[in-house]
């Protein structure tokens, strides 16, 4: 999603399978990388007047997102959820809606709501590093919706979440899967790669052992997520074709949805199979 033809390169860690960008571009240089044309950025206004289809997509995606956090913690009035990553927090605001409860959205830039101020008014968005959250906010529950693969310093930031959280804290975590079918199947165009804005790509395996380096406790793994796994398929045959992502969308919508209609075997069987998602629930070790 960025017009330059920059070569990046990944490591492999070999004990673990762990996988890197290295070397990582600065941070200041980083945000060159995200620009106003970034797709999550624009949402949906960039399929112009499929614009309303668009939105529905991802209200359901939100409510998915919702879904999974009320299947993992119950949650009151006076529950926090602190979302990292949160780009534009329709999530937060859906929780907001429906749940009543109290919402945090982190972030490094606030591109992904400053426009909307009206929309999101009720939710308390701050811009920031983990390192900023203090230690009395005590979320009851800490999303990071594909959010992890683009921290430059996992393993800090995660004890550092997990020093603010209370021993009933549950952290809900979806990244790109490297070890699933699409990876295999993309190669170097797989969606996944997302260079030079994911610094970290996971699997099951190594997604445990840093949650557990951590201070985290792995109670749920998954090979699949809130996420469609037909948008890493989607999004890998687009930088197949080296399409223009600060284009108007709409001419790629009638093939999107023909492909999405020839993918549905393969979703209905997610659950089954690794399409390009991975989701970790934990919770705090309790120190004895």
């Known amino acids: 999603m960025h017009s330059c033809k920059d070569e ?4 492999k860690c070999k004990e673990c399978d762990y ?3 290295n070397p990582k571009v600065s ?13 999550p950025y624009r949402g949906s206004e960039a399929w112009g007047k499929y614009k ?3 939105d529905k997509s991802l209200k359901k995606l939100d409510l998915r997102k919702l879904n999974t956090v009320q299947n993992v913690q119950s949650l009151q009035s006076s529950s926090l959820i602190l979302d990292v990553g949160c780009g534009q927090p329709s999530f937060l605001k859906i929780c907001s809606d429906k749940l009543n409860c109290q919402t945090l959205g982190l972030d490094f830039s606030n591109k992904g709501w400053i426009n909307q101020p009206e929309t999101y008014n009720s939710i308390e968005l701050k811009v920031g590093e983990i390192s900023d959250l203090q230690e009395e906010l005590k ?13 430059y310093n996992p393993l800090e930031n995660l004890k550092h979440l997990k020093s603010i959280s209370k021993p009933s804290t549950k952290l809900i975590i979806e990244v790109p899967n490297f070890s ?3 990876r295999k199947k993309f190669g170097k165009h797989w969606a996944g790669w997302h260079t030079p804005r994911h610094t ?5 395996h190594n997604l445990e052992l840093l949650l557990n380096k951590a201070g985290w406790e ?6 699949y997520g809130t996420m469609d796994p037909y948008l890493i398929h989607w999004m890998s045959k687009m930088e197949e074709k080296e399409i223009s992502w600060d284009k108007n969308m709409e001419e790629e919508i009638i093939p999107f949805v023909a492909g999405m209609m020839t993918y549905l075997p393969k979703r209905l069987l997610e659950k089954k199979l690794s399409l390009g998602i991975l989701t970790a629930i934990a919770s705090p070790v309790e120190i004895k």
């Open 19 to 21: 996988v890197f960008l």
């Open 139 to 151: 979320p009851d529950v800490i999303t990071m919706w594909h959010y992890l693969e683009h921290d």
């Open 200 to 204: 970290s790509l996971f699997s099951p």
């Open 218 to 223: 792995l109670e749920e793994s998954h090979n």
């Open 52 to 54: 309303k289809l668009v």
């Open 180 to 182: 699933s079918s699409s």
């Open 8 to 11: 990046f390169e990944f490591d």
């Open 27 to 39: 941070p200041e240089q980083l945000k060159d990388y995200y620009t106003n044309y970034y797709l």
